[in-house]
């Protein structure tokens, strides 16, 4: 018989992530509102998609395997050499190759129990083993807790979101220099940065490389190009050189390096996105006290409703999406006892007040 390997074998079978497309085949609906995978309500720049669609009569030719044009246009942003720059399909691939060339089978890798789960689906899927730190209780990731656990087990990479995801808590740059200063030597830091846009700019760490860093970031979120999977870390060259020798050459299509550098020059497109947002977590906040909900202080694109226990939580959920409203809820404690909601555009934010108010009406909280 052929088998898998012994490290496959052993992984129970499973997937990080559910998407609405089988939510709306499994119930037989056409439509759904989605505010479950923190996509762009605002869609992508007009620029990008111009420069998209111009290309478009070309799409049987490949990527640049270099992506030079935008390494470089991203160098510049960065105050960073090219070789500091690697762009992959999406922040997922980049996790993968820091997985496969910095954490080797049997090692440990650190992260907080319930974040972004792409990161422990490759530290096992290449044979290593993660160590979970769980999250304050109020919903804050637990700093000490992971620089502590890292010590302890000599681990090979520390994973933080920050922003996190799925809390939207944010750590400022002097919170992240005293933690990196508290991991081991030997641990690489894997800085997620996707939602890093949507933070107080005064507070993120300077715009540059950083030693025993590998920070990851995406053109998912602020920029609206989640489907085109385009995204870029940022290191030192010394440790981009090992994951060059196991990328996939082709791994990023042409269109995506199109629309991202394109939407690397629509700063005014990028600050309205940036707006709106904020005006829409400050109407979900506004919406969560008035119905008792209180939210988690967000640094993204999303907020967190706090429902109080994860019974009630699972049964928001639920009765969102018999009302056609996707949204997506933690899975481990404490925030199973959220719910999880995009920040919408101004239409969507007003459908979803509209059906939570009419549940929470109904469902004690």
């Given amino acids: 018989m052929i088998r898998p390997n012994s490290t496959i074998e052993a992984i129970p079978a499973g997937e ?6 089988r939510i709306m085949r499994e119930r037989g609906v056409q439509a759904m509102l989605r505010l479950g995978a923190n996509e762009s309500a605002f869609g992508p720049s007009p620029k990008a998609i111009a420069a998209m669609a111009a290309e478009l009569p070309r799409l049987s030719w490949y990527g ?25 399909s999406g922040i997922d691939e980049l996790l993968g190759l820091v997985v496969r060339c910095f954490l080797a089978p049997g090692e440990t890798a650190v992260a907080s129990a319930g974040t972004y789960p792409t990161f422990a689906y490759h530290a096992v ?46 750590a400022d740059a002097e919170a992240i220099a005293r933690f990196r200063a508290a991991l081991p030597e030997r641990t690489l830091l894997l800085l997620d940065e996707a939602y890093a846009e ?23 979120k602020l920029y609206g190009l989640a489907g085109a999977r385009i995204g870029y870390g940022l290191a030192p060259q010394e440790l981009l050189a090992p994951m060059l020798k196991v990328r996939l050459q082709y791994g990023v299509n042409r269109n995506a390096q199109i629309g991202a550098l394109a939407a690397l020059t629509d700063d005014a497109f990028a600050r309205d996105v940036l707006e709106r947002t904020a005006r829409g ?85």
């Avoid at 395997?65 to 500091?84: I, V």
């Avoid at 000599?154 to 799925?166: F, G, R, T, V």
């Avoid at 109407?283 to 226990?309: I, K, M, R, W």
């Fill in 16 to 21: 990080p992530f559910v998407g609405p497309e």
């Fill in 125 to 170: 899927g290449y044979g290593g083993r993660v160590e979970s730190v769980a999250y304050r209780e109020d919903g804050r990731i637990d700093l000490d807790g992971l620089a502590s656990t890292a010590r302890r087990c000599n681990a090979a990479i520390c994973y933080l979101a920050n922003p996190d995801n799925p809390s939207g808590s944010f």
């Fill in 281 to 365: 977590r400050a109407e979900y906040v506004a919406l969560g006290a008035e119905l008792g909900l209180p939210t988690l202080e967000s640094s993204t694109n999303f907020v967190c409703f706090d429902c109080s226990s994860r019974e009630r939580a699972d049964a928001v959920v639920e009765a969102l999406l018999r009302r056609g409203v996707w949204t997506r809820k933690p899975g481990i404690a404490p925030l199973d006892r959220c719910i999880r909601v995009t920040v919408g555009d101004e239409g969507s934010r007003e459908h979803f007040a509209t059906e939570l108010s009419a549940i929470c009406a109904r469902v004690a909280m």
């Fill in 64 to 88: 640049d395997p270099d992506s030079y044009s935008l390494r470089s246009a991203l160098a510049e942003r960065w105050n960073a050499a090219r070789d500091e720059m690697l762009v992959t």
């Fill in 198 to 220: 949507f933070a107080d700019p005064t507070a993120l760490l300077e715009p540059r490389p950083f030693p025993g860093v590998v920070r990851a970031r995406t053109f998912s």
